[in-house]
Structure formats: structure tokens, C-alpha cells
């Protein structure tokens, strides 16, 4: 494991906004011990959303966002932690000519091929498919 293999540096996980917020809420397995092993020091990649143009699920990630960070940090003062998140804002990325926005997510809930050969290389396409990862599950 890193951690025991690199005593001497400091781990920060960085993830995207949607997967932050599962983190937060438990989704993940042992997802508290996820937190612990990188001593609460993250980072949040989050869509650069503009107020004006921005859907209600873009508004909406961005408040869970902001509820998230704030019960992750009521959950390690109770535990007398410290905590390091910074979030990040990035621009979106939009395949224009597919009209798809680019994003694990994207790549996650989707099984229509035609979208996920314009966002994934064939590689990670057969992978997942190979796997029956996220939507090609046979548990979805």
C-alpha cells in the first residue's frame, strides 16, 4: 500500500463532485476508512457552473457540494481531526458534435455505445463491457 510504502509523504485524494458526494454519504465501501487514510485531505474537481446558464442538476450538485464538505467537516471535529479540502472548479467538457458532456458520470449511466466511443478509448470501452461495469451491470 502506498501509505506504508511512503510513510514520509502526505496522501490527498482527489476525486470529481459527484463521486465526492457519494464518498461523503457512505456509498463507497468503507468509505470512512477511504477518509482516514488520506487524513481527510481532499481535493473536489467540480464543473464550472455560470449561475445565468447552469441546469438545476448543475445547481444542484453545487449545493450538495457545499452540504457535503460541511458534514464531513461536523464529522471529523466530532472525532477532533483536522480536515483539507479545497475544491476546484474546472470548465466542462462537451463533445458539441454529439452534444454530450464529458465526465465519468457521462460514461458511467450511459450504454449507448455511439456516446461512449466519442468519450472513452476502445480500450476502456471492452474493458467495461468485458466487465459489465456501471450501466452494463446485470445488477442495474
Given at each position: 500500500?502506498?501509505?506504508?510504502?511512503?510513510?514520509?509523504?502526505?496522501?490527498?485524494?482527489?476525486?470529481?463532485?459527484?463521486?465526492?458526494?457519494?464518498?461523503?454519504?457512505?456509498?463507497?465501501?468503507r468509505?470512512?476508512?477511504?477518509?482516514?487514510?488520506?487524513?481527510?485531505?481532499?481535493v473536489?474537481?467540480?464543473?464550472?457552473?455560470?449561475?445565468?446558464?447552469?441546469?438545476?442538476?448543475?445547481l444542484?450538485?453545487?449545493?450538495?457540494?457545499?452540504?457535503?464538505?460541511?458534514?464531513?467537516?461536523?464529522?471529523?471535529?466530532?472525532?477532533?481531526?483536522?480536515?483539507?479540502?479545497?475544491?476546484?472548479?474546472?470548465?466542462?467538457?462537451?463533445?458539441?458534435?454529439i452534444?454530450?458532456?464529458?465526465?465519468?458520470?457521462?460514461?458511467?449511466?450511459?450504454?449507448?455505445?455511439?456516446?461512449?466511443?466519442?468519450?472513452?478509448?476502445?480500450d476502456?470501452?471492452?474493458?467495461?463491457?468485458?466487465?459489465?461495469m456501471?450501466?452494463?451491470?446485470?445488477?442495474?
Amino acid at each position: 500500500m502506498l501509505i506504508t510504502d511512503e510513510p514520509n509523504l502526505e496522501f490527498t485524494l482527489a476525486l470529481g463532485a459527484d463521486t465526492f458526494i457519494d464518498l461523503v454519504n457512505g456509498k463507497w465501501r468503507r468509505s470512512e476508512d477511504v477518509l482516514k487514510l488520506v487524513e481527510y485531505r481532499i481535493v473536489v474537481f467540480r464543473r464550472l457552473v455560470e449561475e445565468d446558464n447552469a441546469s438545476s442538476e448543475e445547481l444542484k450538485q453545487h449545493d450538495e457540494v457545499k452540504e457535503c464538505i460541511a458534514k464531513l467537516q461536523q464529522r471529523v471535529d466530532s472525532i477532533t481531526a483536522t480536515t483539507t479540502i479545497s475544491v476546484t472548479q474546472i470548465p466542462s467538457a462537451t463533445k458539441s458534435d454529439i452534444g454530450v458532456s464529458v465526465s465519468s458520470s457521462a460514461a458511467r449511466n450511459t450504454t449507448d455505445e455511439t456516446v461512449l466511443r466519442e468519450i472513452l478509448s476502445a480500450d476502456v470501452l471492452d474493458y467495461i463491457r468485458e466487465r459489465k461495469m456501471y450501466a452494463f451491470s446485470d445488477f442495474r
